[in-house]
């Protein structure tokens, strides 16, 4: 059989049992269970019997093999025994409470000399007969292997599951011999390469390799086809020497996921701005809504408040507050060091908040990067209630309340207001109002309750005082008399997201007017 | 008919924090100033060509300006019959301030519009500030008699340099300054 020849070869020459079949093109889960693969596949595991000089028996398998020429042991028993210790017992591993994890390893360039030895031994013995030739590559990629036969074992020694959405581990792996062995072929560099192929090769004084080898130059270059083999032969041992040793864990990193932590504000204070308000480099008000949230929820998931990214649905200015429901808001964690935020966390995280008197949060909870559509899209199509208090320079008439109780709404074109224009540019843009009711103050009939129902993106002091004709119509030309706002309130957002969660398990909790008793205020 | 105690507002109960929230009507404020008192500095310029001309600049807190006419322009008392502006034809775009790189950046003389009046003079109406022009008030265009009103009546809204503030507001005269030497 022709797979046993190319088999037994490579066994002898030092390849372990993985390395063989990756040689032999053995694909996927054939790796979980090598055993049965060289059942499946009739091979005959009878080198190293013989190398051993022993009958075939239990004993022999436990004979300590030599390092793999191809794979510098990366496949051994011996150096998955220290890597699962290097994870282990890793400092910062274990900090993360993360169930999943993501296996990420970069590996020594000496191991693709290696393989261009092993495929420049397999081409002089087998040639064309096995498939053998010099623009193929010969094997299984160590990477594509590496996925089947280490990441399962890691995810046996940390208890965590592999997945995309876990923890990054990234793990560098060296040799001994790799600062010796690269510096051996940069030498022959200069004198290897046909001359055919000089031009192709040039390109590599722009890679900037001058110090030594990248493994991108040396995948692009060192090709069978592009080489004197002989001269290559003569520098470099084919097929490979054994080593001396086996691969060693340089260096293993953590970082973790990135999570997403969605809740609802409410606002009751008039001097907090929606994120810090800096002028000139010097701060106008101490805390911000972002600030007083973060600076809650970040501790927990061990992450710098600094790395927190806060966004909402839209925002509301420093003397504005927000009622009712509250807005959405998300914070993106990166490095997370935690997955999972248990009710009675987020609740001590809501109490917290609560503390401040100035905002106040409810259902904090962890949600899928899927579901942040619902904040960063369709503001356009999201609607908002406000309530307005504004001032006529008369008491109020019937008639003037008539006119701004409004339920079928109008459409108003609005220029960019003046209070933003020093940043924002100059535009008009079109917006609806969807409806507007109108209530008088019983104590003094010059003071009006407007709750005005309009699209995102509405500017609500300019809809009420017009900014000087520049947002036409507004309820000053509605009436034909000036009006002014001095106070606003939002009063609901209307976007279903995230999910009511009721976090106050510990009966702390306080009524939160209803959505619905909102949505009878805006009908009636 | 409807009577006017149908509208009468009558406040939800809230609570947070175990404490009520206030009404929107509990937070008006005790002074309610007009809306160029609360954002806007009055600056004017006065300068002496065949009449004594006066023009009035009103500095918002984010440094946007709106130029206009102060109400003791001569042009009032003769009466407006158009306003016309020259450099809208030049940069030929109705609002010069969509494409903010590209607007135009005005001297303190440049003459920003041109006041007719009804007995046939005309006033050249400076910039009064250097600085970015955002836009033109095209409603005065349309409807000189809006030149009175303060606020209302601006012709133009410039953006000066954040650094240059200073310095402009040092070359205009201030309210307390103006009203001491011009008012009746
Ligand atoms: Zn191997």
Redesign the pocket.
């Known amino acids: 059989m022709l797979s046993q020849e190319v088999f037994d070869y490579l066994k002898e020459v030092g390849?372990?049992?993985?390395?063989?079949l990756?040689f032999l093109k053995v694909r996927g889960d054939e790796y979980m269970n090598v055993a049965k693969t060289l059942q499946r596949l009739g091979l005959k595991d009878t080198c190293s019997d013989a190398e051993n000089g022993e009958e075939s028996g239990p004993t022999s398998k436990k004979t300590k093999p030599n390092v793999?020429?191809?794979?510098?042991?990366?496949?051994?028993d011996e150096f998955l025994a220290k890597l699962t210790e290097a994870l282990t017992t890793h400092p910062h591993l274990i900090q993360y409470e993360c169930d999943e994890f993501v296996l990420a390893i970069s590996f020594p360039i000496l191991l693709n000399v290696r393989q261009l030895s092993l495929w420049l031994a397999l081409i002089d013995k087998f040639g064309q007969m096995h498939g053998f030739v010099s623009n193929k590559q010969p094997d299984v990629p160590l990477k594509e292997v590496s996925k089947m036969v280490i990441s399962p074992k890691v995810s046996q020694a940390l208890g965590k599951k592999y997945g995309q959405n876990g923890m990054m581990i990234s793990i560098s792996i060296n040799h001994a011999d790799e600062t010796a062995e690269l510096q051996k072929l940069t030498e022959v560099d200069q004198i290897l390469f046909k001359t055919n192929c000089t031009n192709n090769k040039s390109k590599k004084d722009k890679k900037g390799t001058v110090n030594g080898m990248t493994r991108g130059y040396f995948e692009k270059n060192f090709l069978p086809s592009n080489i004197d083999v002989d001269i290559y032969k003569q520098n470099i041992p084919v097929p490979p020497a054994i080593p001396d040793s086996s691969m060693i864990v340089e260096n293993i990193a953590v970082s973790g996921p990135t999570i997403f932590v969605a809740g609802r504000y409410q606002k009751f204070c008039r001097v907090l701005p929606h994120t810090p308000w800096i002028l000139n480099g010097k701060r106008v008000m101490a805390d911000s809504v972002q600030e007083l949230i973060v600076q809650s929820v970040a501790p927990y998931f061990e992450v710098p408040e600094s790395k927190v990214i806060f966004s909402s649905s839209g925002r509301e200015d420093v003397d504005v507050r927000c009622l009712g429901k509250g807005r959405p808001f998300v914070l993106e964690i990166p490095d997370s060091k935690r997955i999972i935020l248990p009710q009675s966390v987020a609740e001590n995280m809501e109490i917290e908040i609560d503390q401040t008197e100035k905002i106040r949060v409810i259902n904090l909870q962890i949600v899928p990067r899927e579901e942040l559509v619902h904040i960063k899209f369709g503001e356009e199509k999201k609607t908002k209630t406000y309530r307005a208090l504004c001032i006529l320079n008369e008491p109020a008439t019937v008639e003037v309340l008539q006119k701004l109780n409004i339920p079928e709404g109008f459409e108003i074109k609005q220029w960019t207001p003046i209070r933003v224009l020093h940043r924002r540019p100059l535009l008009q843009r079109p917006r609806r109002v969807h409806s507007v009711k109108a209530r008088v103050d019983p104590n003094d009939h010059k003071i009006l309750i407007l709750d005005i129902v309009t699209q995102a993106g509405t500017y609500i002091k300019e809809l009420v005082h017009g900014d000087f004709n520049r947002t036409d119509p507004c309820f000053a030309k509605l009436i034909g008399q000036d009006i002014d706002i001095a106070a606003l309130d939002v009063l609901a957002v209307d976007l279903d997201w995230p999910k009511d969660v009721n976090n106050r398990i510990s009966g702390q909790c306080e009524t939160v007017r209803d959505k619905n008793e909102i949505d009878d205020l805006n009908k009636s | 008919m409807a009577a006017l105690e149908d509208f009468y507002f009558c406040p939800e109960k809230d609570t947070a924090f175990g404490k009520s929230i206030p009404p929107i009507t509990s937070e008006f404020p005790s002074t309610h100033r007009p809306l160029v008192d609360r954002f806007f500095t009055r600056y004017y310029l006065v300068r002496q060509k065949t009449s004594e001309e006066h023009y009035l600049v009103l500095f918002h807190s984010n440094r946007i300006c709106m130029v206009g006419l102060s109400g003791a322009h001569p042009a009032f008392a003769k009466g407006i019959e158009q306003v016309t502006c020259p450099i809208l034809k030049k940069t030929d775009k109705q609002s010069t301030g969509e494409d903010r790189k590209r607007s135009a950046i005005l001297q303190k003389d440049t003459t920003i519009a041109v006041v007719k009046c009804c007995d046939g003079t005309t006033y050249n109406v400076p910039s009064c500030v250097k600085g970015k022009l955002v836009e033109i008030n095209q409603n005065v265009l349309q409807n000189p008699s809006l030149l009175s009103k303060e606020g209302y009546g601006y012709i133009a809204i410039l953006l000066p340099k954040i650094d240059e503030c200073d310095d402009i507001k040092a070359s205009l005269l201030s309210y307390e300054e103006y009203s001491g030497k011009y008012s009746k």
């Not at chain 1, 793999?68 to 051994?76: D, E, H, K, N, T």
Request: with cysteine.
């Open positions: 390849c372990c049992t993985i390395c063989c990756r793999c020429v191809a794979c510098l042991g990366f496949f051994s």
